[in-house]
T-cell receptor, first 110, second 111 residues
Framework: QKEVEQNSGPLSVPEGAIASLNCTYS??????FFWYRQYSGKSPELIMF????GDKEDGRFTAQLNKASQYVSLLIRDSQPSDSATYLC??????????FGAGTRLFVKA | NAGVTQTPKFQVLKTGQSMTLQCAQD?????MYWYRQDPGMGLRLIYY???????DKGEVPNGYNVSRLNKREFSLRLESAAPSQTSVYFC??????????FGPGTRLTVT
């Protein structure tokens, strides 16, 4: 059974701080890694994807991938109250089946 | 450009009733997916269609059937609804195996 594990949270950070969200996966053959944001009652929205080991930055977001440790993370710099949402880690093994984690709830305090 | 649309938004069924959830995308994507999302369990893949004319089972296909009507439309059918199928259903589409774009969801309750 391929698994994607996330801490359910809630992770609470003050406004302006760095939020660090983590994810581990079990399938060593995984090739594509995604972070989705989901506001309460809404659908998931893609915010970052990463395919290679290392860091990938996009604005206030940085995705980090370490395939040897089977670990992917998302850093949110200068966190804003509008970043309060559930963040879903998703992992794809190269086919069309993407496995989603259960998500981490983030709360940014103003 | 509406992206991915789903109908209906809400539905209540009695046990044993059948229904079809509709999904359409206008992004010219080849691949389409149906997921269900239950509290604390994340998104689970029910069925997917890699391209027009093909469908394959995902993680939780039992109790469901799908039809890829054309490149734009992918429907999900519950033949005999059960309370265990109470969930939020999301349709998604993607260009090949890359990032997926989700519809607004259908909230289904089976009593």
């Amino acid at each position: 059974q391929k698994e994607v594990e996330q801490n359910s949270g809630p992770l609470s950070v003050p406004e302006g701080a760095i939020a660090s969200l983590n994810c581990t996966y079990s399938d060593r053959g995984s090739q594509s890694f995604f972070w989705y944001r989901q506001y309460s009652g809404k659908s998931p929205e893609l915010i970052m994807f990463i395919y290679s080991n290392g860091d990938k930055e996009d604005g206030r977001f940085t995705a980090q991938l370490n395939k040897a440790s089977q670990y992917v993370s998302l850093l949110i710099r200068d966190s804003q109250p509008s970043d309060s949402a559930t963040y879903l880690c998703a992992v794809c093994g190269g086919g069309f089946k993407t496995i989603f984690g259960a998500g981490t709830r983030l709360f940014v305090k103003a | 450009n509406a992206g991915v649309t789903q109908t209906p938004k809400f539905q209540v069924l009695k046990t044993g009733q059948s229904m079809t959830l509709q999904c359409a995308q206008d992004m010219n994507h080849n691949s389409m997916y149906w997921y269900r999302q239950d509290p604390g369990m994340g998104l689970r893949l029910i069925y997917y269609s890699a391209s027009e004319g093909t469908t394959d089972k995902g993680e939780v296909p039992n109790g469901y059937n799908v039809s890829r009507l054309n490149k734009r439309e992918f429907s999900l059918r519950l033949e005999s609804a059960a309370p265990s199928q109470t969930s939020v259903y999301f349709c998604a589409s993607s260009r090949d195996i890359y990032e997926q774009y989700f519809g607004p969801g259908t909230r289904l309750t089976v009593t």
